[in-house]
């Protein structure tokens, strides 16, 4: 045997150590090593490897951050696809689950599963190859996913290498990244010491934290993660042939398997393992939503196998959202960008479904009478997880005497000028097209990420620059100087200057950016792109409203809506006004010459396709990807005026919709050949 050199043999120690170390502590919870002597070995490593570059290697814990900041994320194909899960609610989902896939195996009697606290995270899909991490994915749509590798690579608890002997050539684990409660709280401490907006809740923050470009802020936001979930190659000697053994051998890979996983030997005690966690959940350190339920047996698995979207040998199993009384003290309102007014209620605020909630959703001015809200109401308040909080009942019995009745005001809470509710509308709207909240809103909407993406403009600077009377409309905005900008609160001469520099910037963002920008009612980011391919100037589609608003219809196939809007907007003098300021600052407001601009008219144009099931060889979206490339829409619901369904193996009552209303059906080759005909 030959042996190492000195430093090679050195480095790997000291991997070793620090891996071993670093298991103990994030995985098994049970530190082996001093702080003290952890650090003095890493930084022996680092120096080590600073010297002698070549003894990097991948699996190293120096190689966890360090990685340069992404420009973005590419999309990545799953090698095996991501499911979802069926939801129960109650024992008799429950009962008729389990009935369901007794009669699906052929058998009576109780069958083995293991019972799993759902994480109430996000799921992840992570690619070993040889022992090593190669790949992490997200969910995406459950077949292909973003790549963000980088930033899964600075989970502490997600094995760099796996710890085995001899690893399979590949190795998929499926599980949840997650944000520890605590984690969570000072997370949003500190965002809210810098003026930043709060994250929701844990599960939106980790799903923010995981597309982070930059994986030292990754890094720094301390993520968790739990594998439940093991793939192995067929002929893998000693696999697993249970769920049970699939989490014991992710175990001894080194990953982290949540430690309240059981194994269940019938229906009864599934329904004690739910009930138990229902209390036992408030006192774990991060966020469950239910239990996973899944049969042991990998081969009955197999057995089972899966509906549309899920398998049939597994089901959650969901707590009921989670309410809690209060006592409301007032009516807000809240007038959005488009004007519409939202009652709002606040209130004692009360824990609920991990966060402290105070104010609730009323929606709208017949919800607000239905419940017939007082002031010093008791009132039930629900949220669950990701879910806005709602006022779902009013304890009328405990109204204290002489309580005043909530009602929305005449005006507008923002401009005094009188509210307006059309026959048949539930909204409520201002209709002061100079409200400074509908101008706030317009405003945010101008700048935000899909729109003209303009960096260092946040609400509360927009507030200031509102209420100041600095800024009257979107135009205003590109002529604002640095200087006074520099003047205002949380601002400096530093900030002021890239504020200007990326406002002057955003004039040559693309058309569909800045149509999207305007705000038009029912244009979001998909119409807005479909729009500006068929009218590639603000002036086509100005004529075109006016004149010609079925040439509108004709690219969305359906319904007059939008073109309704867009013949408003257009109409309205306040908007012309607009549109001739953006083009004096410089806005093109039309396709530039690398934008595709209007399409040709192709076979395909105005063809609505629906795709179900699987194609032998195209990915769903790929085969979207090509539809859309050759002037076709793809939409999700079969109905008389879908032109074609395509359909795959497995396709399901897409299919049987399709057939029962006559559209036409196509399978892959026939796609294929209809797309050739209309490029042709
Ligand atoms: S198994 C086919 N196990 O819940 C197997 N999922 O509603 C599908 N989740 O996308 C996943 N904890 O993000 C499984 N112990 C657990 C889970 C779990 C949380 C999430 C996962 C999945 C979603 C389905």
């Not at 399979?168 to 000072?186: M, Q, S, Y």
């Not at 779902?392 to 005094?416: D, H, I, K, N, T």
């Amino acid at each position: 045997m030959s042996s190492a050199p000195p430093n090679q043999a050195r480095a790997g120690e000291l991997r070793q150590l620090l891996q071993r170390a670093a298991h103990a502590y994030y995985v098994l919870d049970a530190p082996e090593m001093e702080d003290s002597v952890y650090d003095r070995l890493y930084r022996e490593l680092l120096e080590l490897e600073a010297a002698h570059p070549e003894l990097i290697t991948p699996d190293s814990p120096s190689q966890r951050v360090g990685g340069a900041p992404a420009e973005g994320f590419s999309s990545v194909e799953h090698r095996i696809g991501l499911l979802s899960l069926d939801n129960a609610f109650t024992p008799s989902d429950l009962d008729a689950w389990y009935s369901r896939l007794l009669k699906v195996l052929d058998r009576t009697g109780d069958l083995a599963m293991v019972g799993e606290l759902k994480i109430d995270g996000n799921a992840l899909a992570l690619s070993y190859e040889q022992g090593l991490l190669v790949q992490a994915a997200t969910r995406g749509d459950g077949e292909r996913g973003e790549q963000i590798t980088g930033n899964v690579r600075t989970i502490a608890s997600v094995p760099l290498r796996l710890q085995l002997e001899n690893p399979p050539a590949w190795v998929e684990v499926r599980g949840e990244a997650l944000i520890p409660d605590e984690t969570f709280a000072a997370i949003n401490a500190e965002r809210a010491a810098r003026g930043e907006t709060l994250f929701a809740n844990p599960r939106n923050a980790c799903a923010g934290t995981l597309r982070q470009l930059d994986p030292k802020v990754v890094a720094a936001r301390r993520l968790d993660f739990f594998a439940y979930t093991l793939h192995l190659p067929k002929d893998t000697p000693q696999g697993p042939s249970s769920q049970w053994q699939s989490l014991q051998w992710l175990q001894a890979a080194g990953f982290k398997v949540n430690p309240n996983a059981e194994l269940l030997p019938n229906l009864a005690a599934v329904q004690a393992f739910f009930s138990a966690w229902d209390t036992g959940r408030r006192a774990l350190p991060y966020a469950t939503d239910g239990v996973v339920v899944k049969l042991n047996d990998l081969r009955l698995q197999d057995a089972a196998g899966f509906t549309q979207k899920a398998p049939r040998w597994a089901i959650a199993l969901k707590y009921a959202a989670e309410e809690a009384p209060s006592i409301l003290l007032r009516l807000a309102c809240q007038v959005g960008r488009t004007g519409v007014v939202t009652p709002v209620a606040e209130f004692e605020p009360v824990p609920l479904a991990g966060t402290t909630v105070s104010r609730a959703t009323l929606h709208n001015a017949d919800r607000l009478a239905e419940l017939d809200l007082h002031a010093g109401d008791t009132i039930v308040v629900r949220k669950a997880g990701e879910i806005i909080p709602e006022v779902v009942r009013v304890l009328s019995e405990l109204r204290p005497a002489g309580a005043v009745r909530l009602e929305l005001p005449q005006v507008c809470p923002e401009c005094g000028s009188e509210l307006v509710r059309e026959q048949g509308e539930a909204a409520t709207h201002c209709v002061n097209s100079s409200c400074p909240a509908i101008l706030r809103g317009a405003l945010r909407h101008w700048v935000s990420k899909g729109a003209l993406d303009v960096d260092g403009l946040g609400a509360k600077l927009i507030e200031q620059l509102v209420d100041r009377g600095l800024v009257g409309s979107i135009a205003d905005l590109y002529g604002l100087d640095a200087a006074l900008l520099a003047s205002l609160e949380r601002m400096g001469t530093k900030s002021a200057d890239n504020l200007v520099a990326a406002l002057a910037a955003s004039k040559q963002q693309a058309w569909h950016r800045q149509l999207y920008g305007l705000g038009i009612h029912h244009v979001g980011e998909v119409n807005a792109k479909a729009l500006a391919k068929a009218f590639p100037s603000a002036a086509d589609l100005a004529t075109a409203t006016a004149s010609t608003p079925e040439s509108i219809t004709a690219v969305f196939g359906i319904g007059g809506e939008i073109a309704q809007s867009l013949q408003q907007w257009f109409a309205t003098p306040a908007n012309q006004l607009l549109l001739r300021a953006l083009e004096q600052l410089g806005f093109p407001l039309a396709a530039g010459p690398e934008e595709p601009g209007a399409i040709s008219e192709t076979s395909l144009t105005g063809q609505t396709f629906v795709l179900t099931g699987s194609l032998p060889t195209m990915s769903r979206s790929a085969a979207q990807a090509l539809i859309e490339a050759a002037g076709g829409k793809v939409s999700g619901s079969v109905s008389k005026k879908t032109s074609f369904v395509v359909a795959g193996e497995e396709a399901g009552s897409k299919l049987s919709k399709a057939e029962s209303l006559g559209v036409a059906v196509l399978d892959e080759a026939g796609l294929l050949e209809l797309l050739k005909a209309g490029s042709g």
